[in-house]
């Protein structure tokens, strides 16, 4: 009698074993899903590089690239070929939208109010992210960067460059 | 007899109480570590401040602004930088 007794005991202790084995295992799979399920959010870093990009091919060693600004005057033309000028590619075949969005402003150093060339390239429905974004970081919008420098021109005009880049991007760096 | 058996039955709920709180702790284990995974993959954002990258090495635009202030001989500098420190 007493021998049935122990056999029912151990077969409720593997069964328990087995139940734990379970939740251990459940509890793994959990943690690695949620660590490797988030992916590295790199779009501040992209932004920043654009931002960088851009500011190289506006100004290098201190003076406006001649090709915008030459002797105080603007060139009309430059908003459509900007992109092809800074050898910038916005399309992708990996998304339907474009995902960057750019805009420079070069303000004469006599007038910070008003800027005498303004560029901007990619998808301007991206701003809005920037709007939302300025008290507080909110991970499934875009990410803004802005960036401000000096330069002159061939004439020695002063002028501040202001560059704003949008990145999205939020399905491949953000879990949606 | 009686007594054997009170004893045999106390031995039993001493062993079933000690697997219970052996169970919950596995469990609280595994909460907190999954609690833990969770807080480390929220930290997954690369930020220029937290990787050591050519961006943070040299900041670009500083050094694209004191070009431009020594061609001009640094005529308004003042004015300048308190209008770039404005924009930041």
Redesign the interface.
């Known amino acids: 009698m007493n021998l049935i007794k122990n056999k029912r005991g151990d077969k409720i202790i593997s069964v328990y074993w087995f139940a734990i084995l379970i939740i251990v295992a459940g509890g793994v799979f959990g943690m690695v899903y949620i660590f490797y399920g988030t992916p590295y959010d790199i779009r501040e870093i992209e932004a920043n590089v654009l931002g960088n990009q851009i500011a190289d091919c506006v100004s290098y060693a201190g003076k406006i690239n001649t090709a915008l600004i030459s002797n105080g005057r603007t060139s009309p033309k430059i908003g459509e070929s900007f992109l092809k000028m800074c050898h910038l590619n916005f399309k992708s075949d990996e998304w339907q939208d474009e995902q960057y969005y750019l805009e420079v402003k070069i303000y004469s150093l006599g007038d910070l109010n008003n800027s005498i060339l303004n560029i901007t390239a990619g998808d301007n429905k991206w701003l809005s992210s920037c709007a939302l974004q300025t008290n507080r970081q909110i991970e499934k919008l875009a990410k803004c960067i802005k960036k401000s420098f000096y330069s002159i021109d061939n004439s020695n005009n002063q002028y501040i460059i202001k560059i704003l880049t949008v990145v999205r991007k939020a399905e491949k760096n953000v879990k949606i | 007899m009686l007594r054997y058996k009170k004893i045999e039955k106390e031995a039993q709920i001493g062993e079933t109480v000690s697997?219970i709180i052996a169970?919950l702790i596995?469990?609280g284990i595994?909460i907190i570590?999954?609690l833990v995974?969770?807080l480390?993959?929220?930290s997954?954002?690369?930020?220029?401040g937290n990787?050591e990258?050519d961006?943070k090495k040299t900041n670009?635009?500083?050094e694209?602004?004191?070009?431009?202030?020594?061609?001009?001989n640094y005529?308004?500098k003042d004015?300048?930088e308190n209008?770039?420190k404005k924009?930041?």
Do not use: E, G, M
């Open positions: 697997w169970t596995i469990i595994l570590f999954i995974s969770s480390l993959s929220n997954k954002i690369v930020r220029v990787v990258t961006l670009l635009l500083t694209k602004t004191s070009f431009a202030h020594q061609l001009t005529k308004n004015i300048i209008v770039l924009n930041d």
